[in-house]
Each structure stands twice: as structure tokens, then as C-alpha cells.
């Protein structure tokens, strides 16, 4: 009587690792969306807070308005688009996309706020520097972001239905 034979499938594959799941670089996008961003925000409102405070008037009142505005709605969007991914619901990726361009568009209006207010007092070189940073850093940190969620094999296997070119 012949002994039955066993045969060793390898569970390996020869083509590259698919990427699936929070991990990785999509871990740490909602890491930032959800707790980063929201605690720097924060921090941002504080010194601008204790600023007005030592210096108060009614015009940096309404510009301070405006701007606290402004990072309590994209502090919400953020969390909330973090959270969706976390969930990895459908459209989370078009969601923080949007979020993206909402940080965008909030860095554009700062911009232009920080220059008035630059006209409507006695500016220094080194005060148009720090009015410019902040929009900068924040660019930066939307370009690399944006580009992530469009180039990222991970994020076109977590969603599928994100159409997402591969890269």
C-alpha cells in the first residue's frame, strides 16, 4: 500500500508585498490628523491668546476671531477625516483630500490677514518672516500629504473604492 504524500505549498509570492491595512505612513497621516495637528493647533491659540492679552486691541480681536474660526472647523474635519480612516470607511481618502485643501485654502486666508495687518501697522523684516512661515510649513505639509494619498499603494488597497492612481 503507497504512503499518501504530502505536498509544501510556500505561501510566498514572487511579486511585491501588498500594502493593506493601517500602517506604515497611513498610521502616521492619522496619527497627525487625529492628535498632532489637533494638539499644535492648540498650541498656536494659546500663544496667540496670550499675545492679545499682552497687547490688546480691537482690530487683532477680530483677526484673532477669525483665525480661531477658521482651526476649530479644520481641527473637527481633521479628526473626523482621521477617524474615517481609522474605520477605513469608504471616501475616507476623498474626505482628508478635501481636509487638505480646506488647510490650504485657511493657510491662503492667514497669508493675506498677516500682510494686512503688516500695512496696517509698523512691520519689521523679521515680523513678515514669521507671517510667512506658518503658511509655509503648512504647504509643505499639505503637498507631501495630498501626494501621499494619490501615490500610496497602501491607501489604493485599503480603499478600493479611492481611485487613486498606483505608483
Known amino acids: 500500500m ?7 505549498v510556500s505561501g510566498e509570492t514572487s511579486g511585491p ?7 506604515g505612513w497611513l498610521l502616521f497621516l492619522i496619527v497627525s490628523f487625529t492628535i498632532i495637528t489637533p494638539a499644535f493647533q ?20 477680530k483677526v484673532l476671531a477669525v483665525d480661531w474660526s477658521m482651526r ?21 481618502p476623498r474626505l482628508a483630500k478635501t481636509y487638505l ?7 491662503v486666508v492667514l497669508l493675506l490677514m498677516g500682510f494686512w495687518i503688516a500695512s496696517k501697522v509698523a512691520a ?11 503658511p509655509l510649513r503648512s504647504v509643505i505639509y499639505v503637498v507631501i500629504w495630498y501626494s501621499y494619498l494619490n501615490k ?16
Open 17 to 23: 508585498p501588498q500594502y493593506r491595512g493601517i500602517g
Open 152 to 167: 500610496s499603494q497602501r491607501v489604493a488597497a485599503t480603499y478600493p473604492d479611492f481611485s487613486s492612481p498606483k505608483s
Open 2 to 8: 503507497e504512503e499518501p504524500t504530502q505536498q509544501i
Open 72 to 92: 476649530a472647523i479644520l481641527i473637527v474635519l481633521g479628526i473626523y477625516a482621521g477617524f474615517r480612516l481609522w474605520l477605513m470607511k469608504p471616501g475616507a
Open 101 to 107: 485643501v480646506a488647510v490650504f485654502a485657511q493657510q
Open 42 to 61: 492648540g498650541y498656536i491659540v494659546y500663544n496667540e491668546w496670550r499675545l492679545y492679552h499682552t497687547t490688546p486691541s480691537s482690530l487683532l480681536f
Open 124 to 134: 519689521t523684516p523679521e515680523n513678515i518672516g514669521s507671517v510667512i512661515m506658518e
